[in-house]
């Protein structure tokens, strides 16, 4: 059986000619009420993203910040963004200055932007990974921190300390990796992989974790 896509006085005759030669038609209607009423979602905006891993660059150097969120990405980021201005629209005497390029801030993000005397490329701000699932999307963000290596701007890697067993499996330019170059280089380890074996030991730290308040407010 052939089907065609019904078209005003051309099927019919299409059909006439096939069926002198024994072949079956079917003829299907080119609109549908599916294709009339029902229409594909809108893609979902960056901004109204959750429950995800973000990645904001620097516009002044190759520096990068990784953090994470269950909240809508546009609502974290904004948080950055008002206590990065907060800080570097501030005026100093010479005698204070000095001591406000060592001050320790609530972010990275104000750290960097302070001490460098650089700006953040907001706009260029991106989801780099999504996760529904706390603890897991807390292992992502340790993951793509160490992927940047001396690159992130961070002070630490997040809510989960990543074993550095898994450097040279990232891939990273971390001291460590280099002092082995004897050992021979292994293949870049897949994330999904490296969550796999970390996962292996997720029902303990889970339990960890729920009677352990986190070193930082989950975000």
């Known amino acids: 059986m052939v089907v065609i896509p019904y078209v005003e006085n051309v099927s019919e005759a299409v059909a006439r000619i096939r069926r002198k030669h024994n072949v079956p038609v079917a003829i299907k209607p080119y609109k549908t009420l599916k294709t009339v009423l029902v229409h594909p979602k809108n893609k979902q905006e960056k901004e109204d993203l959750t ?12 520096k ?4 994470e969120t269950g909240r809508k990405f546009e609502v974290r980021l904004q948080e950055h963004r008002t206590e990065v201005e907060s800080k570097t629209g501030r005026t100093f005497t010479r005698s ?7 001050e320790h801030n609530k972010s990275a993000f104000t750290d960097h932007a302070t001490q460098e005397n650089h700006v953040i490329n ?4 991106t989801v780099i990974d999504r996760e529904p699932e706390r603890f897991t999307r807390w292992i992502k963000e340790a993951i793509h921190v160490r992927k940047e ?3 992130a701007m961070n002070r630490d890697e997040g809510s989960y300390q990543l074993s550095h067993a898994y450097d040279r499996l990232l891939d990273t330019a ?3 990796c280099v002092k082995q170059t004897r ?8 994330t999904d992989a490296l969550l796999e ?3 292996k030991s997720k029902v303990f730290v889970s339990n960890k974790i729920n009677s352990v308040s986190p070193k930082r407010k989950a975000v």
Not at 64 to 67: A, L, Q, V
């Open 64 to 67: 990068t910040y990784i953090g």
């Open 122 to 125: 907001w706009s260029q701000a």
């Open 96 to 102: 204070l200055r000095p001591s406000s390029l060592t």
């Open 51 to 62: 429950e995800c891993v973000y990645k904001v660059p620097c516009a002044n150097c190759d």
């Open 149 to 151: 290596g001396q690159q």
């Open 183 to 190: 050992i021979a280089k292994h293949p870049v380890f897949s």
């Open 197 to 199: 074996a970390e996962g």
């Open 174 to 176: 971390s001291s460590r």
